[in-house]
C-alpha cells in the first residue's frame, strides 16, 4: 500500500510541477451519489442472479438496484484520480432456492451465470448417498443456501488518468485497476487492469473513440482483451441550470476466438441543479458474449442438443423458473430418466432453456456536486 501511494505521489508531482510557476487553478473534487436499477456493464446483465433468487425468467431488467458512488479528484493539469463503486441495494445474501436436502452446499448453475467460471460441485439427495456421506463423518446434510447472493458483484475501480485538450483534439488516456471489496466479487470479477485511450475531433467533441485493453492477469466471461467503444453524448440546455442530456454508443469486443458488436447503448435523461434522472436502453447484437452456455469432453461426441445440452453459439441458458425449487428439480429429473432410458444415452440430462434477452433497459439516478 505504501509503495502505491509513493508511487502515485512522484506521479502528481511530476505533472503538476508546472501549476506552481503558472499559477493554475486549485484542483478540484466531484461527487457523484449514483443509482441503477440494474447493473449492466458493456451488455453483460451482472444482477441477473436476482432472477434466480425469484424463480423468474430473464428479461430486459430482471436485475436489482445498485448503489453506484464516484469521487474523481481533479488536477489543474488534466490528471486525474477516479474511485467509483457498485453495491446491490436488496437481494445481496444467498438464498436456498432449490429447498433439497444436500450433502453439501452448491449449485454450479447459478455460479456460471453470474459471470464465473466455477467448476461444478457435487450435490447429492438420495437417503442411500446421505447416509454414505454420514457414514464417513460427513453428517445427513441439510438445507444449504446457493451461490446466488448479489453483494458477489460489489465492485470498486480505481482509474488514474489524464486528459487535455489540444488543436488537434481531445486526447486521454490511464489505467483502470478492477476490485472486489470481499472475496466472492474479487472471483466473479475476474478483471485485473485495463489501459484505455480516448480520442475526439476537435471539430466535433461531442463523438468519442475509445480502446481498453487488459494488462496482467485476466480472464473470465466477463472480460474483454480488446474493447472498441464509439459514443455520442449532449448536454442541450432547455432551461437555468437545466439541461436535456441524450446519448448513444457502440461496443465492439475482442475476445479469445470471439469478436463482434457487443452492445449498441442509448441514453434520454435531464439534469437540473445537480439532480439527474435517465432512461437507458441497451441493445447486445451478438448473445456469444453473455451466454454461459459450453458443451466440451465427451459431450462433443453427439449434436449438443441431442442430449438436452446448449452451446455458447445459439443464446440459450438455463431458465430460472423452470429449473429453480423442488418440483421443477423432480420434474426435470423424472424427464431426463425416461430420455436417458428411452434412448440409450446415459449422458443426456435435461435442462429447460430460455433465449437470452436481447434489449435490456434501467433507470439511472444521481446527484453530482463539485468542491
Given at each position: 500500500m505504501l509503495k502505491k501511494f509513493s508511487a502515485l505521489s512522484a506521479f502528481l508531482c511530476v505533472f503538476a510541477a508546472p501549476a506552481f510557476a503558472e499559477d493554475l487553478p486549485?484542483?478540484?473534487?466531484?461527487?457523484?451519489?449514483?443509482?441503477v436499477s440494474n447493473y449492466i456493464f458493456r451488455g453483460a446483465d451482472l444482477h441477473q442472479g436476482r432472477a434466480q433468487q425469484k424463480a423468474e425468467s430473464y428479461g430486459s431488467n430482471t436485475g436489482e438496484w445498485a448503489f453506484q458512488p464516484s469521487v474523481t479528484f481533479n488536477t489543474p493539469v488534466g490528471l486525474y484520480?477516479?474511485?467509483w463503486g457498485s453495491f446491490a441495494m436488496a437481494g445481496r445474501q444467498d438464498q436456498d432456492t432449490d429447498y433439497?436436502?444436500?450433502?453439501?452446499?452448491?449449485?454450479?448453475?447459478?455460479?456460471?451465470?453470474?459471470?464465473?467460471?466455477?467448476?461444478?460441485v457435487v450435490a447429492t439427495y438420495t437417503l442411500d448417498n446421505a447416509l454414505a456421506q454420514n457414514a464417513v463423518g460427513g453428517g445427513l446434510g441439510?438445507?444449504?443456501?446457493?451461490?446466488?447472493?448479489?453483494?458477489?458483484?460489489?465492485?470498486?475501480?480505481?482509474?488514474l488518468g489524464y486528459k487535455t485538450s489540444t488543436t488537434a483534439g481531445n486526447i486521454g488516456?490511464?489505467?483502470v485497476h478492477y476490485t472486489g471489496p470481499n472475496p466472492?466479487?474479487?472471483?466473479?470479477?475476474?478483471?485485473?487492469?485495463?489501459?484505455?485511450?480516448?480520442?475526439?475531433?476537435?471539430?466535433?467533441?461531442?463523438?468519442?473513440?475509445?480502446?481498453?485493453?487488459?494488462?496482467?492477469?485476466?480472464?473470465?466471461?466477463?472480460?474483454?482483451?480488446?474493447?472498441?467503444?464509439?459514443?455520442?453524448?449532449?448536454?442541450?440546455?432547455?432551461?437555468?441550470?437545466?439541461?436535456?442530456?441524450?446519448?448513444?454508443?457502440?461496443?465492439?469486443g475482442v475476445q479469445d476466438r470471439l469478436q463482434g458488436w457487443q452492445d449498441v447503448t442509448g441514453k434520454i435523461g435531464v439534469t437540473a441543479y445537480g439532480f439527474s434522472v435517465a432512461f437507458n436502453y441497451v441493445y447486445r447484437p451478438d448473445l456469444r458474449f453473455f451466454d454461459t452456455d459450453n458443451s466440451s469432453g465427451t459431450n462433443e461426441q453427439a449434436p449438443t442438443w441431442a442430449r438436452g445440452l446448449?452451446?455458447?453459439?445459439?443464446?440459450?441458458?438455463?431458465?430460472?423458473?423452470?429449473?429453480?425449487?423442488?418440483?421443477?428439480?423432480?420434474?426435470?429429473?423424472a424427464i431426463t430418466s425416461f430420455a436417458s432410458t428411452t434412448s440409450g444415452d446415459a449422458l443426456y440430462v435435461y435442462t429447460p432453456r430460455q433465449k437470452l434477452p436481447k434489449t435490456l433497459w434501467f433507470v439511472s439516478l444521481g446527484y453530482t456536486l463539485s468542491l
Open positions: 486549485d484542483t478540484t473534487v466531484d461527487v457523484t451519489l449514483g443509482a484520480f477516479n474511485i433439497l436436502w444436500q450433502t453439501k452446499p452448491g449449485n454450479a448453475d447459478l455460479l456460471a451465470a453470474n459471470g464465473a467460471d466455477f467448476s461444478p441439510g438445507q444449504y443456501k446457493e451461490a446466488n447472493g448479489l453483494y458477489r458483484a460489489d465492485e470498486v475501480d480505481l482509474t488516456f490511464g489505467l466472492e466479487s474479487k472471483t466473479v470479477f475476474a478483471r485485473t487492469n485495463e489501459v484505455f485511450l480516448t480520442y475526439a475531433f476537435p471539430f466535433f467533441t461531442d463523438v468519442t473513440f475509445a480502446y481498453y485493453t487488459d494488462i496482467g492477469e485476466g480472464g473470465g466471461s466477463l472480460n474483454n482483451n480488446n474493447y472498441y467503444n464509439v459514443s455520442y453524448g449532449k448536454a442541450i440546455e432547455i432551461a437555468e441550470s437545466t439541461t436535456l442530456d441524450i446519448g448513444a454508443g457502440a461496443g465492439y446448449s452451446t455458447r453459439g445459439d443464446g440459450l441458458i438455463a431458465d430460472p423458473s423452470r429449473t429453480t425449487g423442488f418440483v421443477n428439480s423432480a420434474i426435470n429429473s
